[in-house]
């Protein structure tokens, strides 16, 4: 179980501003902008076991989104009731963290899908996406199922059926434990999607992880989608969180 010291230095990482490597200048505001999820409640779908709640450590308090609290067999979804763009460029980041009961389970996914705001996908190795179609899903797993290839990797995966990856790669820093940022670039021009991920620490270095050709509007089959988060848990428990989400990019 994480200490407080650890949920205190997490929640003052979140508040120092980090510059991605290779990130552009921002030219308008972002589509999407939560520094924390306070006042998110009206501009959130949340369904299943997600829910926003007030994280606090022994300095800070703010509010965050639970994708799971840690119980058994759970899955949760959250989805930004701004459609998104999919014709367009857009970039992600985001802050999470995976932690509370060892191992963890399942992970988390940033989503695009055009099922819906109600979409909730299955527990356990479904991360929460499994068979919400059309969709992509960028997962951070930390649990090996069988058609995984360890506990530790980040994937691509279309179509919500997570027993196939179109494209995998293992995560050059623990995902369970710590905290970490992550940064999903689709570049609309090229049809390709690239996966950076970060430790929160200071001097840590952003990693190009995955790269992905995809037309996204073609793959789900519409201009517009939603977007956002899914997680799971299993046999195996985490409490799953996302501290801050920014997207930049044009809504639909």
Do not use: C
Not at 28 to 37: G, N, Q
Not at 173 to 194: C, K, M
Request: aromatic fraction near 10%; proline fraction near 4%; charged fraction near 20%.
């Amino acid at each position: 179980m994480a200490g407080a010291g650890l949920v205190a230095a997490l929640a003052l990482s979140i508040a120092t501003a980090i510059t991605p490597v290779g990130a552009s200048a921002a030219t308008a505001d972002p589509l999407i902008d939560y520094p924390t999820f306070k006042g998110a409640a009206d501009s959130l779908d949340r369904n299943g076991a997600a829910d926003l709640i007030v994280s606090s450590g022994s300095k800070v308090k703010q509010r965050i989104l639970r994708l799971t609290p840690g119980g058994y067999r759970q899955s949760g979804s959250a989805w930004s009731t701004t459609k998104l763009d999919v014709t367009e460029s857009f970039e992600s980041t985001f802050k999470a963290y995976l932690h509370h009961f060892r191992p963890g389970a399942d992970g988390i996914a940033f989503v695009v899908q055009t099922e819906g705001p109600r979409a909730l996908g299955g527990w356990g190795g479904g991360v929460g996406y499994r068979g919400i179609e059309p969709s992509l899903a960028v997962e951070f797993d930390t649990y090996q199922n069988t058609y995984d290839p360890n506990s530790n990797h980040l994937a691509v995966v279309l179509g919500g059926n997570p027993n196939y990856q179109s494209d995998v790669a293992d995560s050059p820093i623990s995902l369970f434990g710590r905290p970490f940022s992550a940064r999903v670039v689709y570049d609309a021009e090229d049809g390709l999607l690239r996966v950076y991920i970060k430790r929160l620490s200071s001097g840590a270095t952003e990693r190009l992880v995955l790269e992905h050709e995809i037309d996204l509007a073609e793959h789900v089959g519409d201009d517009a989608a939603w977007v956002g988060f899914t997680a799971s848990t299993g046999t195996g428990l985490s409490k799953q969180d996302i501290y801050s989400w920014t997207l930049d990019g044009s809504s639909a």
